[in-house]
């Protein structure tokens, strides 16, 4: 994948240290000062910048919707009645659980949801009790999701 590289925070060490991060986001920063032949407190240094820089935008848990009950996973595209509804619509979707990502995106949709539900008739009430009672949501394609093949996080080498 070509790519420009815009940060200048991104040195040997610090891909080493995110390779590892993303690899187990719980190691120990002395585990990693140890792997890499620097001190703790340069590790504890380096990942502060790159938390302040914005490259590291967080550490957060990975739940799987299905093994806590979530049978139900689909991608949706909203078309909207008028472009302008877009950012509106999107508050509105923030506040339902079942919605776990939007992105405002180019082509016949305005916005891509994914949404997880207990089950089909709970993503039906979820689309049709709420999503399509937003002001501006004009209609949506829904896409089951039958598993994930594979999820990565960006490379960098």
């Given at each position: 994948?070509?790519?420009?590289?815009?940060?200048?925070?991104?040195?040997?060490?610090?891909?080493?240290?995110?390779?590892?991060?993303?690899?187990?986001?719980?190691?120990?920063?002395?585990?990693?000062?140890?792997?890499?032949?620097?001190?703790?407190?340069?590790?504890?240094?380096?990942?502060?910048?790159?938390?302040?820089?914005?490259?590291?935008?967080?550490?957060?848990?990975?739940?799987?919707?299905?093994?806590?009950?979530?049978?139900?996973?689909?991608?949706?595209?909203?078309?909207?009645?008028?472009?302008?509804?877009?950012?509106?619509?999107?508050?509105?979707?923030?506040?339902?659980?079942?919605?776990v990502?939007?992105?405002?995106?180019?082509?016949?949709y305005?916005?891509?949801?994914?949404?997880?539900?207990?089950?089909?008739?709970?993503?039906?009430?979820?689309?049709?009790?709420?999503?399509?009672?937003?002001?501006?949501?004009?209609?949506?394609?829904?896409?089951?999701?039958?598993?994930?093949?594979?999820?990565k996080?960006?490379?960098?080498?």
């Amino acid at each position: 994948m070509a790519r420009t590289n815009r940060n200048e925070n991104i040195d040997y060490i610090n891909q080493q240290i995110i390779k590892m991060l993303s690899a187990d986001g719980r190691i120990a920063y002395s585990e990693i000062a140890k792997e890499l032949k620097i001190s703790n407190s340069l590790v504890h240094q380096r990942i502060r910048k790159l938390q302040d820089s914005g490259i590291i935008s967080g550490f957060s848990v990975q739940l799987n919707p299905k093994e806590i009950g979530y049978e139900t996973i689909t991608y949706t595209g909203i078309a909207t009645k008028e472009a302008r509804f877009a950012y509106s619509i999107a508050e509105k979707l923030k506040e339902i659980p079942e919605v776990v990502e939007c992105h405002f995106v180019s082509g016949k949709y305005a916005l891509f949801l994914k949404i997880v539900a207990a089950n089909n008739e709970e993503f039906r009430k979820v689309l049709y009790e709420q999503i399509h009672n937003i002001e501006g949501v004009g209609s949506t394609d829904s896409f089951i999701s039958f598993g994930s093949a594979f999820q990565k996080n960006i490379s960098l080498f």
